[in-house]
C-alpha cells in the first residue's frame, strides 16, 4: 500500500464521521450529510484503485 492509499483509509473514515457527527447535532440536513458521505467514499475509491500510482 502506498502513503496515499494509507491517507485515504484514514481520512475517509474521519470525514464521514464529522459529517453524522454534524448531522447529529443539527449542523448538517440530511442530503448535505448525504451527499458528504456518498462524495468522500466515491473519491477515496476512484484514488485507491487509480492505476497511475
Not at 25 to 50: E, K, N
Amino acid at each position: 500500500m502506498t502513503d496515499a492509499q494509507i491517507g485515504l483509509s484514514v481520512a475517509t473514515p474521519i470525514i464521514v464521521g464529522f459529517a453524522i457527527l454534524l448531522y447529529r447535532m443539527g449542523v448538517l440536513q440530511r442530503a448535505a450529510t448525504l451527499s458528504a458521505v456518498l462524495f468522500s467514499i466515491a473519491i477515496a475509491v476512484v484514488l485507491f484503485l487509480d492505476p497511475s500510482q
